[in-house]
């Protein structure tokens, strides 16, 4: 079964400091990868859309990478203010599957003062 | 532009009561349309998910049922709910040429 795995479960950040979340897939073959911040209480929304062929997008504090090869993707949070504490989740899309979409189970992160 | 509308915001229902949670989409057609439930702390779980009219797909063995009697409106239905089937629950759609899914407020059901 196609799965996409998350880590670390959860973390706790001081305010300023840079962390990373990972994501392992093995959905193939799919189209994109995305990462979705979600807020407590609230839906998922987008935050980064990468294509199989790319390595590395990013918007504003958020860069991620992607390693088509080893079927891994990463998630870097530059700076980290308290707004950025949410859950982050990693989604694939199996084609084979008329494109639906596997989730990522998420990482919760933290944002402490 | 595209909205989605998902209903009730909050629901308290004793056990053994039946279950209706309604998810409609605005300004698309023949999306790919689903239903997720995340618990208390845990990541998202995906329960149906439709890529058309009377099409759905069961994920996991569960208590609940979905159905789809038109393009864009979605139905999770329980005869005699659980405690267990406590959760926020969550209603998105995306095209079926793109990966980007979309999504409703959330339900936020507690089983009592």
């Known amino acids: 079964k196609n799965q996409v795995e998350q880590s670390p479960q959860s973390l706790i950040i001081l305010e300023g400091k840079n962390c990373t979340l990972q994501c392992n897939y093995t959905v193939s073959p799919f189209s994109n990868l995305r990462w979705y911040k979600q807020d407590t209480g609230r839906g998922p929304v987008s935050l980064t859309i990468?294509?199989?062929?790319?390595n590395t997008k990013s918007n504003g504090r958020y860069t991620a990478t992607l390693d088509a090869d080893t079927k891994q993707s990463s998630l870097h949070i530059t700076a980290s203010q308290l707004s950025d504490s949410a859950s982050y989740i990693c989604?694939?899309?199996?084609?084979?599957?008329?494109?639906?979409?596997?989730f990522g189970g998420g990482t919760r992160v933290l944002v402490k003062p | 532009s595209q909205t989605i509308h998902q209903w009730p915001a909050t629901l308290v229902q004793p056990v053994g009561s039946p279950l209706s949670l309604e998810c409609t989409v605005e300004?698309?057609?023949?999306?790919?349309l689903y239903w997720y439930r995340q618990a208390a702390g845990r990541g998202l779980q995906l329960l149906f998910y439709?890529?058309?009219?009377?099409?759905i797909s069961s994920e996991v063995p569960q208590n609940l049922s979905a159905s789809r009697p038109q393009d864009r409106q979605f139905i999770l239905s329980s005869k005699k709910l659980l405690l267990s089937d406590s959760g926020f629950y969550l209603c998105a759609w995306s095209q079926v040429s793109d990966t980007e899914a979309f999504f409703g407020q959330g339900t936020r059901l507690t089983v009592v």
């Open positions: 300004g698309t057609s023949n999306p790919n």
């Open positions: 439709s890529v058309g009219i009377g099409q």
């Open positions: 989604v694939v899309n199996d084609k084979a599957a008329g494109n639906k979409l596997t």
């Open positions: 990468m294509t199989f062929s790319e």
